[in-house]
């Protein structure tokens, strides 16, 4: 069994920043991709960010140049540096590991930390 937890989500105003972690713990396997992804009340979970065990990454269009992901393989540790906040990054967060396997894929998600961004 996998597990991820999360931590550091909270209230901070427009313009502020947060940092999130997710740590995972079990049998991991690699390669594999780290990610955080985000639902807004009455919305469809979105693809924030994900990372490669080799580093590459991708962001969707409405975070680019203000959030960052990185990762740490020996902790099997992502991170999400968000800075310059905004009300419309207000969600639940989750984070999520996953790789292929036998011709599968094997898909883990964290309990979700919630972002509100207001003043």
């Known amino acids: 069994q996998v597990q991820l937890v999360e931590s550091g989500g909270g209230l901070v105003q427009p313009g502020g920043s947060l940092r999130l972690s997710c740590a995972a713990s079990?049998?991991?396997?690699?390669?594999?991709?780290m990610g955080w992804y985000r639902q807004a009340p009455a919305k469809e979970r979105e693809l924030v960010a994900v990372?490669?065990?080799?580093?590459?990454?991708n962001y969707v269009d409405s975070v680019k140049g203000r959030f960052t992901i990185s990762r740490d393989n020996a902790k099997n540790t992502v991170y999400l540096q968000m800075n310059s906040l905004k009300p419309e990054d207000t969600a639940v967060y989750y984070c999520?590991?996953?790789?292929?396997?036998?011709?599968?894929?094997?898909?883990?998600w964290g309990q979700g930390t919630q972002v509100t961004v207001s003043s």
């Open positions: 999520n590991i996953n790789w292929r396997r036998w011709g599968q894929r094997d898909n883990y």
């Open positions: 079990g049998t991991i396997f690699s390669p594999n991709v």
């Open positions: 990372i490669t065990s080799g580093g590459s990454t």
